[in-house]
Each structure stands twice: as structure tokens, then as C-alpha cells.
């Protein structure tokens, strides 16, 4: 049901006539309260009808509007007594600032005090449904009417995971026994799809995966065999990062029983979470992670929720930052010409980037510095621009960095770009592009790989040969 405030009066209405003509009852303005009957476009007509109504959600299934026009006639009573309490309370200020004139003093009024206090403290709260997060054997999330939760868990086959979206979007996760490390080399699949830089965009994310059919409605896997290649920054700044998560989580465990992969590769946004840098997230992340980690310090908070102790932090833990696909070298940010000054494999970049994931910078040894640094493989943009650090790779330093890793392309995110496009003879693609926050927008957009063909497709299920 939906509940439709009209001139202070509530009714409720199916769910199903939003967006159609609906005929809702409500009590007249008349002094006799006489019942009257009005048909309109539920939500469209009743901006038109009243265009001061003020949308409450009051959860998942409910949706209200308050008319701040049917309080108007409680004015005739009340603006006398606000009027005179007002004039009162001036008058009570302005006597106590004339008793203070000719004293100094060097500390603050209470009144400067009480700003101060407002100004330097920045409240921050719930905003939506969140979770669920998993510590030890409690479930910790946030409900619709942003109430944090906390409950023991016991199912371990039966987690439910609810969006914070117009749709209501929920689906069901099983929690992994173990989290194993994946290859950092794997051959070419037969179908690739590949996107970047998502950060909490649910709808985005799973219209664009419904489109191309690598899941279906109840958000299952249905690519078969095929390969589902995340460039990192999947976190930060939007508001379903913990459901895009989950989402991952999901569809990892069914597409390996489909003889499928996902590859989820890190970007330095997850690397900031671990460090507890929570400069990009959403407040009710930094809400969240005090309230799970008991910890007032925002960093340490931050860091907490994304440690090996708490069941995403420890999934996502396990993740490489650089993989190769057939003949696709797979990185977020890039790789520097540099970087074949220290001589690692893929292997070694991934396994000494997984044991400095949760280190300290005081910690880092000099190759520790330069991988997680400007010029390394989360933050390096010299593959698409020049920056104030360093110019923009040369042609023969790709193919140096190319011919050593026994790779012919490098798909990256991380550096912004209008368009899917392509760079250096087609050696370079870049993914970051500015997805729509809609579902089915057409403007969210990835790769399909097929054969080593490479197609643009976007999340009405277009697609097109990348040029």
C-alpha cells in the first residue's frame, strides 16, 4: 500500500496505481469536512494539484506527501502568540547586550560558543537502507526507517540484501565457507564484459548486467561461461555501496559453478577504505562503521569496516589489483614504464599489493612506495594524460611495458574520459566513463569482447564495434 497525505488527511492506496489514475477519498477543507473524491496521476498530478507537498518515505513499500498548506488555517491562532513570544525575546537580548557594553573578555559568548559548536561539528546520521555487514556471528544493517539493527546470525545460506532505490530492489546471498585467491593470469573466454569505476550505483550497475544478460531479474547469474571484468572503484560516493558489493559477492560464487569468472580488480578507492580514508564516502558509511566498530576516530572506524574482520573487508581482501585475460592486460589505473625497473610479474605485484593492503606508510618498503604511490598501478593515469608528476607514456615505452608482460592491449579505468575510446593504435582503452543514475538511462556504459572483437555497449542492451 501507499499512504497519500492530502490536506493533512492520510489514505492508503495500492502500490500498483502509482503512475496511473487513481481515485482517492479525502476530508474537504470546509468547515463541515464534507468527504470528496479526486482522480489524478498518483505522484505526477500531485505535484500540479499541490505544489508545496513534501514526499516522506516511510519505508521500502510506503511512500506519503505532506501538504504544508493544511496547516495555514492553525496560523490564525498560533501567529499572535509567535509573534508576541518573538518581540519578548528580543527585548530580553537587547537588555542583556546593554549590560555587557563596556566589558571585554577574551572568551567566547555562550551564544558564539553554541555556533561554534554547530559550525565545527558536522552532523552525520543514517540515509537509507544499508547492509547487511557481518562481524563474527552478528548481522548489522540499516532498515528503511533508518534504524540501525543489530541481530545474531546464524543462516549462512539465506542473507538478505535490500537496495535503497525506488524499486525496492532485494536479493538473497549465500556467505562463502572460505575466500581463496585467485589466478592472476587466465586464458581468453569465449564473451567478456567489462565496466569501471561504479561507486555504489546500483541502478547503473544492474540494469547494465540485466541488458546484457549476465543476470536476470532476481539478480542471478545467466552469462554461463562468460567473464565479468570489474576495473575497480566500485565504492565511495554513491549510496548502495554496500549492495553492489553483495551483488559481487553474489554472482562471483555463481559464475565459478558455471564454469564462469568474475573479476573484481581493486581500485585505489577500496585501497583508501582499508586505510580508513573516508574523504569520498557517503556520511552514513562513516555513521555505520562507528556504530559496528565502536570507535569514534572516523578513521579508525572506517578502517574497521573494511578489515579482514568483517566479512566484505575480508572478500575483498583476497582481490588482485592487475590481471591478464588472453592477450588483455586488466589494471584500474595503469602501469608506468617504471614499473620494469623492479622487474615483477603479475604475480608478484598482486601478492606484495595484497600484503600492503592494510599497512601503515611508515610501513612501506621502497617497492611498497612505488606500487601503491602516483606512478603504481591504482593511481597511474599516464596511459591516458599527461599530469603535474609525469608525461603521458610514449608509444615505445607501452610496447616495452606491453612485450614484458607478453600482453598486446591495457583496458584501465580510474582517469575520466567522455566516451569508451581507444588510444595509441587501439593499445590502450579507457572505461571511465559517467554512467546514468537511472536504471535503464542508456547512458551507463562497458565492454563486450568477443573473439577479441570489442564492442561499446550500454545498459538498454546496445551495442556497437568500438573504433
Request: aromatic content about 12%; hydrophobic content about 35%.
Amino acid at each position: 500500500m501507499v499512504i497519500l497525505y492530502v490536506k493533512g488527511q492520510a489514505r492508503r492506496i495500492p502500490k500498483n496505481t502509482i503512475g496511473k489514475k487513481t481515485e482517492v477519498n479525502y476530508l474537504g477543507a470546509s468547515p463541515r469536512g464534507v468527504l470528496r473524491k479526486q482522480t489524478f496521476n498518483f505522484e505526477a498530478s500531485l505535484r500540479v494539484l499541490y505544489p508545496l507537498a513534501v514526499p516522506i518515505k516511510e519505508d521500502c513499500l510506503n511512500y506519503g506527501f505532506y501538504n504544508p498548506l493544511s496547516t495555514l488555517p492553525m496560523l490564525r491562532f498560533k501567529l499572535p502568540i509567535f509573534i508576541t513570544v518573538l518581540i519578548l525575546g528580543q527585548y530580553l537580548y537587547s537588555q542583556d547586550m546593554g549590560t555587557s557594553q563596556g566589558k571585554k573578555s577574551n572568551s567566547p559568548t555562550k551564544r558564539d560558543s553554541k555556533i561554534s559548536t554547530v559550525r565545527q561539528k558536522k552532523e552525520i546520521g543514517y540515509d537509507g537502507q544499508d547492509g547487511p555487514y557481518i562481524f563474527n556471528d552478528t548481522l548489522y544493517r540499516v532498515n528503511a526507517a533508518n534504524r540501525f539493527l543489530k541481530e545474531p546470525y546464524t543462516n549462512q545460506d539465506s542473507l538478505s540484501v535490500h537496495v535503497f532505490n525506488k524499486a525496492c530492489d532485494t536479493f538473497r546471498v549465500g556467505l562463502k565457507s572460505r575466500h581463496r585467491v585467485f589466478e592472476s593470469t587466465f586464458p581468453q573466454p569465449e564473451k567478456m564484459v567489462v565496466i569501471s569505476d561504479i561507486e555504489g550505483n546500483y541502478n547503473g550497475f544492474a540494469s547494465f548486467l540485466m541488458a546484457h544478460k549476465v543476470i536476470d531479474e532476481r539478480h542471478n547469474w545467466i552469462f554461463g561461461n562468460g567473464h565479468l571484468v570489474l576495473l575497480g572503484d566500485f565504492v565511495d560516493r554513491g549510496k548502495n555501496v554496500t549492495q553492489v558489493l553483495w551483488l559481487i559477492y553474489k554472482l562471483e560464487r555463481q559464475a565459478y559453478l558455471e564454469k564462469g569468472h568474475v573479476h573484481f580488480i581493486l581500485g585505489n578507492h577500496e585501497i583508501l577504505n582499508f586505510n580508513g580514508n573516508h574523504t569520498y564516502n557517503n556520511g552514513k558509511y562513516i555513521k555505520v562503521a562507528q556504530e559496528i566498530s565502536g570507535k569514534e576516530d572516523k578513521i579508525e572506524a572506517v578502517k574497521f569496516l573494511y578489515s579482514n574482520q568483517v566479512e566484505l573487508g575480508k572478500w575483498l581482501s583476497t582481490k588482485n589489483v592487475i590481471e591478464k585475460i588472453g592477450p588483455y592486460l586488466f589494471v584500474h589505473g595503469g602501469l608506468s614504464p617504471e614499473i620494469l625497473d623492479y622487474g615483477l610479474s603479475l604475480e608478484g605485484i598482486n601478492a606484495i599489493m595484497r600484503a600492503g593492503y592494510y599497512k601503515n606508510n611508515d610501513e612501506y618498503d621502497k617497492i611498497d612506495e612505488f606500487l601503491f604511490g602516483s606512478k603504481g598501478p591504482l593511481w597511474y593515469r599516464g596511459l591516458v594524460r599527461s599530469t603535474k608528476r609525469y608525461d603521458k607514456i610514449g608509444a615505445l615505452e607501452l610496447s616495452d611495458v606491453l612485450s614484458y608482460y607478453d600482453a598486446t592491449k591495457i583496458v584501465v579505468g580510474h582517469t575520466f574520459v567522455k566516451k569508451i575510446s581507444t588510444g595509441y593504435g587501439g593499445k590502450v582503452i579507457m572505461t571511465d566513463v559517467p554512467h546514468g543514475n537511472f536504471k535503464y538511462s542508456g547512458k551507463t556504459k562497458g565492454l563486450l569482447i568477443v573473439k577479441e572483437i570489442e564492442y561499446v555497449i550500454d545498459d538498454l542492451g546496445n551495442r556497437m564495434i568500438l573504433e
